[in-house]
């Protein structure tokens, strides 16, 4: 008989990718069924994950309780699913799958969630470093298969269309941004160089994020001595998904689209600052990490609590070049 799980799925989308790999275990391996439950902000990429029958968005944001929203949820998916595997681990993360009362209720110990989850279990940080592994181990004791995300091709070269973009020569694109804070993020002059070195050989170049990463692209534009593609605010996050399957090359920093174009199986150059790989590494046979070793680094810190961020301001964009 076959499961159905319900997997409820984070906030972030470079976690939403890793989440993937729980999605593959159980489809592959188990010949479960598996449902997302996911906020506007991730729900979105479930369109692209092979094996994801369907999404659920929960329309709550980011840090909202939404308590009356989980429960309505809930209680409307009552004796839908077998099992619910909730991926954060926070209180309000396990209301819904309580509310629709599923048996088997699987995710680790969190805040005050005794109750809420039935199949409890303790995280022991020594054998799953790995955020990716942490996640598959709600359901096996197995290493995690990589993610995987399906682009559009169809509409992928409407896009390009669309925005008259150039691919001919090829395309490289860059992400400057990350959410977590700027800790991760590498200076713009430093891309700004990377691209220089790219376009001189042909390439186009990219710049791809949310409207947030916009004064970071504008800066590269500015420092760039070739035309540069400001794609920033630009595109939904699934179109994202979509260009970034036609890029040769992505050189980005510890971020979400690091996440998705790994999952594309894209070449990826990530640079790391305050966060280390050893937690959350771009998860492809494609990817390479660039980062420095300080004894400062990582800290795992939104803001260098040091004040001078060396561990990305003294990574030479040469360093970057050299693995492209």
């Given at each position: ?18 989440a993937h790999s729980l999605v593959r275990w159980l489809v592959e391996c188990s010949g479960s069924r598996v449902e997302l439950l996911a906020p ?253 070793t300080l004894p400062c680094s990582p800290c795992f810190q939104r803001e260098c609590p040091l004040g001078h961020l060396q561990c990305l301001e ?11």
């Amino acid at each position: 008989m076959t499961a159905n799980v319900l997997i409820v799925a984070p906030a972030w989308v470079g976690d939403m990718v890793m989440a993937h790999s729980l999605v593959r275990w159980l489809v592959e391996c188990s010949g479960s069924r598996v449902e997302l439950l996911a906020p506007p902000a991730t729900a979105s990429l479930g369109a692209r994950m092979p094996g994801v029958a369907r999404t659920h968005v929960l329309d709550v944001a980011h840090g909202e309780l939404g308590f009356a929203k989980r429960r309505a949820w809930g209680r409307s998916h009552k004796d839908t699913f077998d099992q619910a595997v909730v991926l954060p681990n926070s209180f309000k993360s396990a209301l819904a799958p309580w509310f629709a009362r599923i048996p088997r209720r699987t995710g680790w110990r969190g805040e005050w969630r005794v109750g809420l989850l039935n199949d409890l279990r303790v995280l022991d940080r020594e054998t799953y470093p790995r955020m990716v592994d942490r996640f598959v181990a709600l359901a096996a004791d197995a290493r995690a298969p990589e993610p995987r995300l399906t682009a559009d091709a169809d509409n992928a070269y409407a896009l390009v269309e669309r925005l008259g973009l150039d691919t001919a020569g090829g395309v490289t694109v860059l992400c400057p941004g990350a959410e977590f804070g700027p800790a991760k993020r590498w200076p713009a002059r430093h891309f700004a160089q990377v691209a220089t070195h790219v376009a001189k050989a042909g390439s186009a170049v990219w710049l791809m994020g949310s409207a947030a990463d916009g004064v970071a692209a504008a800066e590269i534009a500015q420092h760039t001595l070739a035309p540069v593609v400001d794609l920033c605010g630009r595109t939904s996050l699934t179109e994202a998904v979509d260009l970034l399957s036609l890029a040769d090359s992505v050189v980005c920093n510890d971020s979400g689209l690091m996440h998705v174009a790994s999952a594309l199986d894209r070449r990826v150059v990530a640079v790391f600052g305050s966060t280390s790989p050893d937690f959350t590494p771009p998860l492809s046979d494609q990817a390479s990490v660039v980062r420095q070793t300080l004894p400062c680094s990582p800290c795992f810190q939104r803001e260098c609590p040091l004040g001078h961020l060396q561990c990305l301001e003294e990574l030479a964009p040469q360093r970057v070049v050299e693995v492209l």
